[in-house]
């Protein structure tokens, strides 16, 4: 994503809209065509002539945030590796320790070249069984400044081991990973990769988020749960409006909370609905209104829409099959257990009346009984218990909980379902669950 300085947005009447810029203008895709060059005719250079071209080039277009953001989402795509033939500080200290025999550090160097500096390369390299250029060059060769540009998107220098993983990946909000699509790096590309990075600085500040989305609710959702985002979903009709239940529902609303009702004034789950939004794009149709602190003294705060008009363009993958670290280790360790009961990726929308859920997995036995199984890692007391009065008014007898101990609550909080509640600290326990589902379950065709 573009960092804060690299941001473009408009204030008005109350509102706050990215700069987007039209991908098909001339300038930008020329702009943009010399950046994609400049990092391919930079593999295997250091960083710091990689900089200083692209700061070459800023000095020449007047749009210095442009270009800089532009490079900004291309070097997200690179890799930069310290390259030397032994290791720098090691280099570095037979260097000093070497010259400090001849002419300690404290004394005062003479004027013009020292005749000796050639010696105490050469016995180094000789010691470490490297050239003398690769002495040299390997002094410094971890300065951010000397690490060579070993990756760019699919591209690799010579030399390079390639690994076996050939989709970009990204450190996401947290401690998860998630593979991004496979995309080349071409102008069309960036620009409407700048154009996503620039809505996704809006919400940096965002302290709510409205979404609609009428397809693809899975793969949106699985999304909504991977950046463990607060959420409250409703159904809709095809205009937009809440529904009593699912049957007569279109598509599906999300409130998603953030730090001003929940937390503190951070930009900690902003960033996190940034790292949402690419979800979005992913629907055929979508909708998005998210609140924007503007003021945290007053807690004022600026509007910002966003929908499927405006032709943003997504990175991720279309796949529903994300988890948070708790629920990718319990499917690790399911893999491993000996039990009858499969755990399956749950899609299924749980209706809670006017409220809907969907459950983290389903719990499936051969013999055709079923349970469903909701994580509970990251949720508040107040949202816990506006959540637990809908379950039990829906009254799902094989809704499993599997709650952190971590949370603010207690058993409590579960009065009349503690028995469906596990509690965990660092990791979901197989046996323990398969044990609750065992007396939970619900046979499949009486689960509707």
């Not at 499969?342 to 009346?353: A, C, F, P, Q, S």
Request: charged fraction near 30%.
């Amino acid at each position: 994503m573009l960092t804060a300085d690299l941001a473009r947005s408009r204030t008005r009447n109350g509102t706050v809209q990215p700069l987007f810029i039209d991908a098909d203008d001339q300038q930008y895709r020329e702009t943009a065509a010399e950046l994609i060059q400049i990092f391919e005719d930079h593999l295997d250079e250091p960083k710091g002539e990689l900089e200083e071209t692209i700061d070459q080039l800023t000095i020449a277009d007047t749009d210095y945030k442009i270009v800089q953001g532009l490079a900004k989402l291309l070097k997200d795509e690179c890799e930069f590796e310290t390259v030397a033939a032994a290791d720098p500080k090691e280099i570095r200290q037979r260097l000093f320790e070497k010259a400090n025999e001849t002419y300690p550090i404290v004394h005062q160097p003479t004027l013009g070249e020292d005749t000796q500096k050639l010696e105490v390369y050469s016995t180094v390299a000789d010691k470490l069984g490297i050239s003398l250029e690769e002495c040299y060059r390997g002094m410094y060769a971890d300065l951010e400044d000397n690490k060579r540009l070993v990756r760019f998107g699919h591209h690799v220098s010579d030399g390079h081991e390639d690994s076996a993983e050939t989709s970009t990946t990204t450190q996401l909000t947290g401690d998860s990973e998630e593979s991004y699509a496979e995309d080349a790096i071409t102008v069309d590309w960036l620009l409407t990769r700048y154009n996503l990075a620039l809505a996704q600085a809006v919400l940096y500040d965002a302290t709510r988020m409205k979404i609609r989305v009428w397809d693809s609710f899975g793969t949106v959702f699985s999304y909504v749960k991977l950046f463990g985002l607060m959420h409250r979903i409703y159904p809709i009709d095809g205009a937009g409006n809440r529904v009593a239940d699912t049957d007569a529902a279109h598509g599906y609303e999300a409130i998603l909370d953030g730090p001003a009702s929940l937390f503190s004034q951070s930009r900690k789950y902003g960033i996190r609905m940034a790292n949402f939004l690419p979800a979005l794009p992913l629907c055929n149709r979508w909708e998005m209104e998210a609140e924007i602190l503007d003021n945290e003294a007053t807690s004022t705060t600026l509007t910002f829409e966003l929908d499927h008009t405006d032709d943003l363009s997504s990175h991720y993958t279309a796949q529903g099959d994300f988890d948070s670290d708790v629920e990718r280790t319990l499917a690790q360790k399911w893999e491993r257990a000996n039990t009858d009961w499969e755990l399956v990726r749950e899609d299924d929308v749980l209706d809670l009346g006017a409220e809907v859920m969907i459950p983290d997995f389903a719990l499936e036995h051969p013999d055709g009984c079923r349970a469903i199984l909701e994580v509970v890692g990251f949720w508040t007391p107040e949202y816990l218990d506006d959540k637990l009065t809908k379950i039990r008014e829906a009254d799902a007898d094989n809704l499993l909980l599997a709650v952190s101990e971590r949370l603010d609550c207690s058993s409590e909080d579960f009065e009349g379902m503690d028995d469906r509640v596990l509690w965990f600290k660092s990791g979901i326990h197989v046996y323990d669950l398969v044990e609750m589902a065992d007396t939970h379950s619900q046979p499949i065709n009486n689960n509707s």
